[in-house]
Structures are given as C-alpha cells and as structure tokens.
C-alpha cells in the first residue's frame, strides 16, 4: 500500500485548504485511514479518522476540519476551513487494514502505511 499526500500550502488565517491522499491496493488494505500532523519541535498529533464505524476528530479542529473518504477513488480528503496559524504543520495521511475502537483511532502506533506528508502553513 503506498498513499500519496497533496493539497498544501500557504493560506491566510480564516482560509480553506483540501488535503488529498491517494492510496494504492484495495480498498481492503486500510479500512481505517486518519490525518495526522506535526508541527515543528512537537509530537505527531493525530488530526481525524474515518472508518465504517464513522468519524473522530481532536478537540482543536472539531467544527472547523471535516474528514471524507471516496471508496471508489480510494482516496481519504481533509477539508479545512477557518484556518489559524496554529494549524500550521506538515500533513500526513496513514492507513491501518482492521478498524481499532474510535477512542484509539488517533493514536500514531496503530497505523501501519504512511503517506509522505504536505506542508500547511497559514499566515497570520
């Protein structure tokens, strides 16, 4: 399974930006896919997954990101509006084949693909 991230880049505070990430294989191979992000001299903070079972988010980004995915694209999307500047970070995208609990989707250990990441960046 290789996933491929796109749709970074610069955007002013209370802006939009769609994340992409493409994965190869089927469908199969990642039932449970999520975003992650990290920001410079921080810890890979798990952003949202989504899975059959539905959608989790972390408490900053609720509201304002949305998580989606495309079975027949195999492609996981992150929409992200009302930007802030600390919502800057690089951008991964992962895929796990077997769903874990909701509680535990935003954990890094439980995910075995990775996708390259895409810089965020939003001004001030």
């Known amino acids: 399974v290789q996933l491929q991230a796109s749709g970074g880049g610069l955007v002013q505070a209370g802006g939009s930006l769609r994340l992409s990430c493409a994965a190869s294989?089927?469908?199969?191979?990642?039932?449970?896919m999520a975003w992650f992000r990290q920001a410079p001299g921080k810890e890979r903070e798990g952003v949202a997954c989504i899975s059959r079972g539905g959608t989790t988010y972390t408490d900053s980004v609720r509201g304002r990101f949305t998580i989606s995915r495309s079975n027949a694209k195999n492609t996981v999307y992150l929409q992200m509006n009302s930007l802030k500047p600390e919502d800057t970070a690089v951008y991964f995208c992962a895929a796990r084949a077997i769903r874990v609990p909701s509680s535990q989707c935003l954990y890094a250990l439980h995910y075995d693909y990775w996708g390259q990441g895409t810089l965020v960046t939003v001004s001030s």
């Open positions: 294989g089927s469908s199969l191979d990642y039932s449970l």
